[in-house]
């Protein structure tokens, strides 16, 4: 376990903070490093350089062993997973005991991070209207369509990703590979309207790093059953004709985990554009909100789900 002075900074200078893909990932790193080591106290804000970039304190020397950290800290369960198959678009019962079997884990005193994944994937209270489903994240933007599965990804992403991947993530130019994207970075979105060719014939590529540091985020973002349905935090149901909206805080004063869980729950951050209170948000560190919608592109069984670019509010 690397243990190194609170007085050490780092800028993940790859990480833009308007990039839901980014700030996911810069998220998934804070955790995974307070999990690895929570004496370290691990804090992160944001400083613009000049984008919002997060800056980290607590835990690190070199960019290399950090790096070396965040994959062998890697928490994501994936051998737990198998129990649901390759999409978390499963029956009520099967998720049901996906969960059971999750939080009696927890009970016994073994990790709980199978518990923490499931409230992030969805609930057996919520099921799909006409549909035998639960109601998921509204971060599942993957399904199936186009053999792209929520889990299958996940996996092969666990298996693939390196120190290089991670190094290129957050101080690199990320690279992108073939294939295993969760399609959480905005460009994803490859709508035919807004491009000279077909971007289907480039195939799927990802920053597998970043991707992969997003999943470690997914607790930090988990889901609850409300009188409307499933809510997912820090998403918002747009006004009528609008699509769901992904809403994050940009706050500038060094955070723990605990404390970035209860920036991202804040209900002032769900408030229409016009009405956003940025003084009372100010007041809490906050000096930057983005909101991004998720969109679905394509006809019927033939679509995309994706995050369009951000915007400032």
């Given at each position: 376990?690397?243990?190194?002075?609170?007085?050490?900074?780092?800028?993940?200078?790859?990480?833009?903070?308007?990039?839901?893909?980014?700030?996911?990932?810069?998220?998934?790193?804070?955790?995974?490093?307070?999990?690895?080591?929570?004496?370290?106290?691990?804090?992160?804000?944001?400083?613009?350089?000049?984008?919002?970039?997060?800056?980290?304190?607590?835990?690190?020397?070199?960019?290399?062993?950090?790096?070396?950290?965040?994959?062998?800290?890697?928490?994501?369960?994936?051998?737990?997973?198998?129990?649901?198959?390759?999409?978390?678009t499963v029956s009520r019962d099967t998720?049901?005991?996906?969960?059971?079997?999750?939080?009696?884990?927890?009970?016994?005193?073994?990790?709980?991070?199978?518990?923490?994944?499931?409230?992030?994937?969805?609930?057996?209270?919520?099921?799909?209207?006409?549909?035998?489903?639960?109601?998921?994240?509204?971060?599942?933007?993957?399904?199936?369509?186009?053999?792209?599965?929520?889990?299958?990804?996940?996996?092969?992403?666990?298996?693939?990703?390196?120190?290089?991947?991670?190094?290129?993530?957050?101080?690199?130019?990320?690279?992108?590979?073939?294939?295993?994207?969760?399609?959480?970075?905005?460009?994803?979105?490859?709508?035919?309207?807004?491009?000279?060719?077909?971007?289907?014939?480039?195939?799927?590529?990802?920053?597998?790093?970043?991707?992969?540091?997003?999943?470690?985020?997914?607790?930090?973002?988990?889901?609850?059953?409300?009188?409307?349905?499933?809510?997912?935090?820090?998403?918002?149901?747009?006004?009528?004709?609008?699509?769901?909206?992904?809403?994050?805080?940009?706050?500038?004063?060094?955070?723990?985990?605990?404390?970035?869980?209860?920036?991202?729950?804040?209900?002032?951050?769900?408030?229409?554009?016009?009405?956003?209170?940025?003084?009372?948000?100010?007041?809490?560190?906050?000096?930057?909100?983005?909101?991004?919608?998720?969109?679905?592109?394509?006809?019927?069984?033939?679509?995309?789900?994706?995050?369009?670019?951000?915007?400032?509010?």
């Amino acid at each position: 376990m690397w243990r190194f002075p609170m007085s050490e900074r780092m800028v993940l200078h790859a990480l833009d903070g308007s990039n839901p893909l980014a700030f996911l990932a810069a998220l998934g790193t804070l955790r995974l490093l307070d999990l690895h080591d929570p004496t370290a106290e691990v804090q992160i804000n944001w400083r613009r350089d000049p984008a919002w970039r997060p800056e980290l304190s607590g835990l690190f020397a070199s960019k290399e062993q950090l790096c070396e950290t965040l994959l062998a800290a890697k928490t994501v369960p994936l051998e737990s997973f198998a129990a649901l198959g390759k999409d978390i678009t499963v029956s009520r019962d099967t998720f049901r005991g996906f969960v059971e079997h999750a939080f009696e884990d927890a009970r016994q005193g073994n990790k709980r991070t199978q518990a923490d994944f499931a409230a992030a994937f969805g609930s057996e209270v919520c099921e799909e209207k006409d549909k035998d489903r639960i109601e998921y994240t509204d971060l599942c933007f993957i399904t199936g369509s186009g053999h792209q599965h929520f889990l299958g990804t996940m996996s092969s992403l666990g298996e693939n990703v390196t120190v290089d991947h991670l190094f290129d993530a957050l101080f690199g130019n990320w690279k992108r590979d073939k294939g295993l994207s969760m399609r959480w970075d905005p460009g994803d979105a490859a709508e035919y309207a807004l491009r000279w060719g077909d971007p289907s014939k480039d195939g799927a590529s990802a920053v597998w790093g970043a991707n992969w540091l997003a999943i470690e985020a997914l607790p930090l973002v988990p889901v609850q059953p409300s009188r409307r349905g499933l809510e997912t935090t820090a998403f918002r149901n747009g006004e009528r004709g609008e699509w769901p909206q992904f809403t994050w805080p940009i706050w500038t004063q060094p955070a723990t985990q605990d404390t970035v869980r209860s920036l991202l729950s804040l209900t002032e951050l769900q408030e229409p554009d016009r009405t956003l209170e940025r003084e009372k948000l100010r007041a809490r560190g906050i000096d930057e909100v983005y909101r991004a919608e998720r969109v679905r592109i394509g006809q019927g069984a033939n679509f995309k789900v994706s995050f369009r670019p951000s915007r400032a509010i």
